[in-house]
């Protein structure tokens, strides 16, 4: 099939992105395409208009801006994950984008449009969730930063309003030295995960565990955070990983789905936790 009729524009500034936004009713923004172009060939989608905003090179940019790390929404996957800033103050949002896809797809994709698309089992969604990132949002009027506990309301669905454009997240870098841990299982490389996981934790000096952050996407319609459902996290033992990812496992709901039952996601999400908590530890030393 192909795309049904609308119009188009490429912005040349961001104010003039903005302005266009506020002027149609029915726009769409369109990056890299990876999801959009599908939709609109398939017409589950069907703007009338289309406002192009490949031209704002402002928009791909990553820099420190104090103790956040500050990442465009225009930032491809593949200069996401060898992004040396990104490598070195948020390294598993480095290495999320590293398993995204497929070549072409990182080449063109970008945080911006995997955020603003929000797939539920979708990675740099997750790793966002994880990381506690505050997604900046502006329109021509406004400018607001929504947290990603807030910002991912529903499979496909965001807080961002019809005349507003996702410009950038900003990912608080840690005070102290954590480790990190990031899995995920698909049934061919290059799928949609069916689970994946993100962790990070820090230990303390007698070598506990201390500020768990657990995330988990593909189980329901949006990555939720479960570190809460963790209990005693203390004594960092492979059979107390284990512990912690059948506790988790057995307490979070998780929906069924057409051809994944919910059983067995419930079994990867028990398997994949310790692996990333394993992962973490390790690193956190």
């Known amino acids: 099939m192909k795309p049904a009729k609308f119009s188009y524009e490429a912005a040349a500034t961001l104010d003039a992105a903005l302005t266009s936004l506020a002027r149609h009713d029915d726009a769409k923004v369109i990056a890299g395409g990876q999801s959009l172009a599908p939709m609109l060939n398939m017409r589950l989608t069907r703007p009338a208009h289309l406002i192009d905003i490949n ?11 104090g103790e ?16 040396d800033l990104v490598r070195r103050h948020v390294p598993m949002l480095a290495h999320a984008a590293e398993t995204i896809g497929h070549y072409a797809i990182r080449q063109r994709g970008t945080l911006g449009g995997s955020l603003a698309h929000a797939d539920p089992a979708a990675q740099l969604p997750l790793v966002a969730l994880a990381l506690d990132a505050q997604i900046e949002l502006r329109s021509a009027t406004a400018a607001r930063t929504v947290p990603a506990r807030g910002f991912f309301v529903s499979i496909f669905t ?19 030295p954590e480790g990190w841990g990031f899995r995920l299982f698909a049934r061919r490389a290059g799928d949609f995960a ?9 230990t303390t000096a007698d070598g506990a565990l201390a500020r768990l952050r657990l995330a988990i996407g593909g189980i329901g319609p949006v990555p939720v955070r479960a570190e809460a459902l ?7 033992s492979p059979d107390r990983l284990a512990r912690i990812g059948a506790t988790v496992a057995a307490a979070i709901e998780i ?6 039952p919910a059983a067995y996601r419930r079994e990867l999400v028990a398997a994949l ?9 390790e690193r956190a030393r």
Not at 158 to 176: F, G, Q, R, Y
Not at 194 to 202: E, G, P, W, Y
Request: charged fraction near 20%; hydrophobic fraction near 55%.
């Open 55 to 65: 031209g704002l090179a402002e928009l791909a940019q990553v820099h420190r801006d």
């Open 68 to 83: 956040n790390l500050v990442v465009g929404a225009l930032v491809r996957h593949a200069a996401l994950a060898r992004n």
């Open 158 to 176: 965001t807080a961002i309003a019809a005349d507003e454009l996702l410009v950038a997240a900003h990912i608080p870098i840690p005070n102290e």
């Open 194 to 202: 069916i689970v994946s996981v993100a962790a990070t934790l820090a």
């Open 230 to 236: 963790a209990g005693d996290i203390n004594t960092p």
């Open 255 to 260: 929906e069924d789905s057409e051809g994944v």
């Open 273 to 281: 936790i310790p692996e990333a908590l394993a992962d973490a530890l």
